[in-house]
């Protein structure tokens, strides 16, 4: 088993950053591919971020490239997600998870487990 706690989120003014922060205990002596996703209100579960097990390659969705970074921490199996230029279309429940199949992939059905989220609110 893997627990994964998020960490960061809150409410911030449109044109803001915030932070997130992800931690993995457990079953933690691989290192692991991760990922972030988010569900706003209403909406499916989608894809934001994703990161190698290295760090070496990453993968963004378009709605965030060039706004949100996603970064390995230096504890293993920690993530980072710093997300500038909020807008109000990114306020949703902010989610991490493991791929332990290794795999660098954007569907979250390849993910095996999650953190509980934290809850982002960009404000107009």
């Known amino acids: 088993q893997v627990q994964l706690v998020e960490s960061g989120g809150g409410l911030v003014q449109a044109g803001g950053s915030l932070r997130l922060s992800c931690a993995a205990s457990?079953?933690?002596?691989?290192?692991?591919?991760m990922g972030w996703f988010r569900q706003a209100p209403g909406k499916e579960r989608e894809f934001v971020a994703a990161?190698?097990?290295?760090?070496?390659?990453?993968y963004y969705a378009d709605s965030v490239k060039g706004r949100f970074t996603i970064s390995r921490g230096n504890a293993e199996n920690t993530v980072y997600l710093q997300m500038n230029s909020l807008k109000p279309e990114d306020t949703a429940v902010y989610y991490c998870?493991?791929?332990?199949?290794?795999?660098?992939?954007?569907?979250?059905?390849?993910?095996?487990?999650w953190g509980q989220g934290t809850q982002v609110t960009v404000s107009s």
């Open positions: 990161i190698s097990r290295t760090g070496g390659s990453t």
């Open positions: 457990g079953r933690t002596s691989r290192i692991y591919p």
């Open positions: 998870a493991v791929d332990t199949d290794m795999t660098l992939t954007k569907r979250s059905s390849d993910y095996d487990y």
